[in-house]
């Protein structure tokens, strides 16, 4: 079987199985579980396959144009070079050990046919994005994730955050959507072409008439698509998903997708030093603001929500400084403990019965409830605050050292204060990285109070899954700095000395201060009691996590609850990230800056004000005008008719005498008529 052969059914094998679950997933459930991990299973091998025999050599290229198109051909074709190979298996990777942990997380969750189908679509489209040599056939990969995440992050639609979650996705990543299909209909006009080596080839000569517009149009998309400043905000209240979903979204799809984007055309972004800056700033921006909102937060997959975020703009920090090796090394990196962390916290919050650290801060034992969850989430923690040797420092160093290279002149890959822009956020970056992942850390493991609940082992399909997961978490980057330049562009990804030091200095220093500010705090937290449980932490990890969101709301409220409670639930999540809790390091460690850092600096608020309420208010005057000038005008039209036919109908009495008379009447009205014209009177 040819190369070719084996990369299409990579994204295909996905796709049937998607398609089966769809169609027979209620009708014979015995085979949704196949279904749902099989097909996903199998292109992970496949994956494997393309990547060892493309083996960081030449790009493998193959087309075929199914119809024409008009000038600008579109074509299904594969470009698939040592980031699309390398990459795809991230993708399988991650995937697979999702579909396998969510038969166990959502074993008891009526919705899971639909929900492991779209699971297998979603993972379909992913793959399509990775391997696909058209920006059409990309286009086509990269809406289709948008729909599935609109799904399956209101899977549990019976809340009403999953319901506003899941539109709020949807319509801020397609308002960043728009500008990018314009942006890909002007680079292929310019370039004659889809096809990203076509678009490339044009790039090099020079081709492109409209560099800097074509970049910014394109980086609107993938502000929307990688959660990225200043459209961001919809990817931290997309945690109303089920957790397997969002480390799918989180570790290897969706936010994924835009920086790979940028990645594979870098050289289009490069030909403008204006969408250069522009990116560093937006990367900046996002690195910092994340980390500091992730520091407030108490909602734990709030906190890991704003720590992609962050990470994310790492990622886009590397590609404004033009070393798309770093961001992908870095994404690579990223996905295994990010898809870790996720995993984790869902066993996590199945044991504790919620998602608010302040009530984890509160049970004692939690840790030896769900050992494997304790130490594969320390691990990914670790990899997460870059503390050598896990991997997340080396593919951070590789983006902070690319930026030290740009900004001190030795490379003119970008601009200089591109590369300054970057290097002192991912620094202030690395700094808060590591003091919230401190601070999660010891809420959740190191609580004092009441002993945690002992629900027995977690499902042998949750545990494993984690430990498959901590062995790149702990291992890929002091193996992948010295592999990956093979399978790249060549350059060099090994950590520098004076960022290293830096970098990792301010991480100890997190990591420190942050502790001391939790001993001073952790004694308050047997005094101040918060949170609350959930009505059935020995059910299904799916359920608890639906319950912990819902609270005492009419659709959450026994009696129409798919799961009816004897007693009304009580909020386990949301009330207490708002509450005032003195025991919480953070609280201490942003003092006044803590209130606007757990609203997320109120950007939601500022666009309320600029956008949402003006086309509210637009709304309501076209509806006001459509009701009260249109309809009236409708309505007056319909009513000269109307009493023209009272009038009409009035005459119509039944009686022949009448008519006669009236007959006659007529008859002699129009005689006299007749006779005063013809005598001239």
């Given at each position: 079987?040819?190369?070719?052969?084996?990369?299409?059914?990579?994204?295909?094998?996905?796709?049937?199985?998607?398609?089966?679950?769809?169609?027979?997933?209620?009708?014979?459930?015995?085979?949704v579980?196949?279904?749902?991990?099989?097909?996903?299973?199998?292109?992970?091998?496949?994956?494997?396959?393309?990547?060892?025999?493309?083996?960081?050599g030449h790009?493998?290229?193959?087309?075929?144009?199914?119809?024409?198109?008009?000038?600008?051909?579109?074509?299904?074709a594969?470009?698939?070079?040592?980031?699309?190979?390398?990459?795809?298996?991230?993708?399988?990777?991650v995937?697979?050990?999702?579909?396998?942990?969510?038969?166990?997380?959502?074993?008891?969750?009526?919705?899971?046919?639909?929900?492991?189908?779209?699971?297998?679509?979603?993972?379909?489209?992913?793959?399509?994005?990775?391997?696909?040599?058209d920006?059409?056939?990309?286009?086509?990969?990269?809406?289709?994730?948008?729909?599935?995440?609109?799904?399956?992050v209101?899977?549990?639609?019976e809340?009403?955050?999953?319901?506003?979650?899941?539109?709020?996705?949807?319509?801020?990543?397609?308002?960043?959507?728009?500008?990018?299909?314009?942006g890909?209909?002007?680079?292929?006009?310019?370039?004659?072409?889809?096809?990203?080596?076509?678009?490339?080839?044009?790039?090099t000569?020079?081709?492109?008439?409209h560099p800097?517009?074509?970049?910014?149009?394109?980086?609107?998309?993938?502000?929307?698509?990688?959660?990225?400043?200043?459209?961001?905000?919809?990817?931290?209240?997309?945690?109303a998903g089920?957790?397997?979903?969002?480390?799918?979204?989180?570790?290897?799809?969706?936010?994924?997708?835009?920086?790979?984007?940028?990645?594979?055309?870098?050289?289009?972004?490069?030909?403008?030093?204006?969408?250069?800056?522009?990116l560093?700033?937006?990367?900046?921006?996002?690195?910092?603001?994340?980390?500091?909102?992730?520091?407030?937060?108490?909602?734990?997959?709030?906190?890991?929500?704003?720590s992609?975020?962050?990470?994310?703009?790492?990622?886009?920090?590397?590609?404004?400084?033009?070393?798309?090796?770093?961001?992908?090394f870095?994404?690579?990196?990223?996905?295994?403990?990010?898809?870790?962390?996720?995993?984790?916290?869902?066993?996590?919050?199945?044991?504790?019965?919620?998602?608010?650290?302040?009530?984890?801060?509160?049970?004692?034992?939690?840790?030896?409830?769900?050992?494997?969850?304790y130490?594969?989430?320390?691990?990914?923690?670790?990899?997460?605050?870059?503390?050598?040797?896990?991997?997340?420092?080396?593919?951070?160093?590789?983006?902070?050292?690319?930026?030290e290279?740009?900004a001190?002149?030795?490379?003119?890959?970008?601009?200089?204060?591109?590369?300054?822009?970057?290097?002192?956020?991912?620094l202030?970056?690395?700094?808060?990285?590591?003091?919230?992942?401190?601070?999660?850390?010891?809420?959740?493991?190191?609580?004092?109070?009441a002993?945690a609940?002992?629900?027995?082992?977690?499902?042998?399909?949750?545990?494993?899954?984690?430990?498959?997961?901590?062995?790149?978490?702990?291992?890929?980057?002091?193996?992948?700095?010295r592999?990956?330049?093979?399978?790249f562009?060549?350059g060099?990804?090994?950590?520098?000395?004076?960022?290293?030091?830096?970098?990792?200095?301010?991480?100890?220093?997190?990591?420190?201060?942050?502790?001391?500010?939790?001993?001073?705090?952790?004694?308050?937290?047997?005094?101040?009691?918060?949170?609350?449980?959930?009505?059935h932490?020995?059910?299904?990890?799916?359920?608890?996590?639906?319950?912990?969101?819902?609270?005492?709301?009419?659709?959450?409220?026994?009696?129409?609850?798919?799961?009816?409670?004897?007693?009304?639930?009580?909020?386990?999540?949301g009330?207490?990230?708002?509450?005032?809790?003195?025991?919480?390091?953070?609280?201490?460690?942003?003092?006044?800056?803590?209130?606007?850092?757990?609203a997320?600096f109120?950007?939601?608020?500022?666009?309320?004000?600029?956008?949402?309420?003006?086309?509210?208010?637009?709304?309501?005057?076209?509806?006001?005008?459509?009701?009260?000038?249109?309809?009236?005008?409708?309505?007056?039209?319909?009513?000269?008719?109307?009493?023209?036919?009272?009038?009409?109908?009035?005459?119509?009495?039944?009686?022949?005498?009448?008519?006669?008379?009236?007959?006659?009447?007529?008859?002699?009205?129009?005689?006299?008529?007749?006779?005063?014209?013809?005598?001239?009177?």
């Amino acid at each position: 079987m040819t190369t070719t052969t084996l990369a299409v059914l990579v994204p295909l094998l996905p796709f049937l199985g998607a398609v089966a679950g769809l169609l027979f997933g209620r009708t014979a459930p015995g085979f949704v579980r196949p279904l749902a991990v099989l097909p996903t299973l199998a292109s992970l091998v496949l994956a494997v396959l393309v990547a060892v025999r493309q083996g960081g050599g030449h790009a493998l290229d193959s087309a075929t144009e199914l119809t024409p198109t008009g000038s600008v051909p579109v074509e299904l074709a594969l470009h698939i070079d040592g980031f699309a190979a390398l990459v795809a298996l991230l993708v399988g990777v991650v995937a697979t050990c999702v579909q396998i942990y969510s038969t166990g997380y959502l074993r008891d969750d009526p919705h899971y046919p639909s929900y492991a189908a779209l699971v297998s679509l979603f993972t379909s489209a992913m793959f399509l994005v990775v391997y696909s040599g058209d920006l059409i056939v990309l286009l086509v990969g990269w809406e289709v994730m948008g729909i599935c995440s609109y799904f399956l992050v209101g899977h549990y639609w019976e809340t009403a955050e999953a319901r506003a979650a899941s539109l709020k996705a949807f319509l801020v990543t397609k308002l960043g959507d728009v500008p990018f299909l314009i942006g890909l209909f002007a680079l292929a006009t310019d370039a004659g072409s889809f096809r990203i080596t076509r678009v490339l080839g044009t790039v090099t000569s020079g081709g492109l008439d409209h560099p800097t517009l074509i970049a910014l149009l394109l980086l609107a998309g993938v502000a929307g698509k990688s959660a990225q400043f200043p459209l961001h905000t919809w990817l931290p209240d997309a945690m109303a998903g089920p957790t397997p979903v969002s480390a799918l979204i989180h570790a290897a799809t969706m936010v994924a997708a835009g920086v790979y984007f940028v990645a594979r055309l870098l050289p289009v972004f490069q030909a403008s030093s204006a969408a250069m800056v522009v990116l560093a700033v937006m990367a900046a921006v996002t690195m910092a603001g994340s980390a500091l909102a992730a520091l407030a937060q108490d909602d734990i997959k709030r906190v890991l929500a704003y720590s992609t975020i962050g990470q994310l703009g790492y990622m886009t920090g590397a590609l404004a400084v033009g070393d798309r090796a770093a961001a992908v090394f870095h994404l690579l990196s990223h996905g295994a403990f990010k898809a870790l962390l996720f995993l984790a916290a869902g066993v996590l919050i199945h044991a504790a019965g919620t998602n608010s650290l302040a009530a984890m801060s509160r049970m004692s034992r939690l840790r030896d409830r769900v050992p494997d969850a304790y130490w594969t989430m320390t691990v990914a923690l670790l990899a997460l605050a870059a503390i050598p040797p896990f991997s997340g420092f080396f593919s951070k160093e590789s983006v902070l050292g690319a930026a030290e290279h740009v900004a001190t002149g030795h490379t003119g890959h970008a601009p200089g204060p591109a590369g300054w822009i970057v290097l002192v956020a991912g620094l202030l970056t690395a700094l808060l990285t590591a003091a919230y992942a401190t601070r999660l850390w010891l809420l959740a493991f190191r609580g004092r109070g009441a002993e945690a609940p002992d629900h027995g082992k977690q499902p042998l399909t949750m545990t494993v899954v984690l430990w498959v997961l901590a062995v790149p978490s702990l291992a890929f980057g002091g193996l992948a700095f010295r592999l990956l330049p093979d399978w790249f562009d060549g350059g060099s990804l090994a950590p520098t000395l004076t960022t290293s030091v830096l970098s990792t200095g301010l991480a100890l220093v997190g990591v420190l201060v942050t502790y001391g500010a939790w001993q001073r705090t952790s004694a308050l937290a047997a005094r101040t009691p918060t949170g609350a449980v959930a009505a059935h932490p020995e059910a299904a990890a799916g359920l608890v996590e639906e319950e912990t969101m819902a609270g005492p709301s009419p659709e959450h409220h026994p009696a129409t609850s798919r799961h009816p409670a004897p007693l009304p639930i009580p909020p386990a999540h949301g009330d207490a990230a708002h509450a005032p809790d003195p025991a919480d390091p953070g609280r201490l460690l942003l003092g006044p800056l803590q209130r606007h850092a757990a609203a997320g600096f109120h950007v939601d608020t500022l666009y309320a004000v600029l956008f949402v309420r003006p086309v509210q208010a637009g709304a309501s005057l076209v509806r006001f005008l459509d009701r009260e000038v249109v309809d009236t005008y409708v309505r007056g039209a319909a009513a000269a008719p109307r009493l023209l036919g009272a009038a009409v109908r009035r005459a119509q009495t039944g009686n022949v005498q009448t008519y006669v008379s009236a007959l006659l009447a007529g008859t002699v009205v129009l005689a006299v008529a007749v006779l005063l014209v013809a005598t001239g009177a």
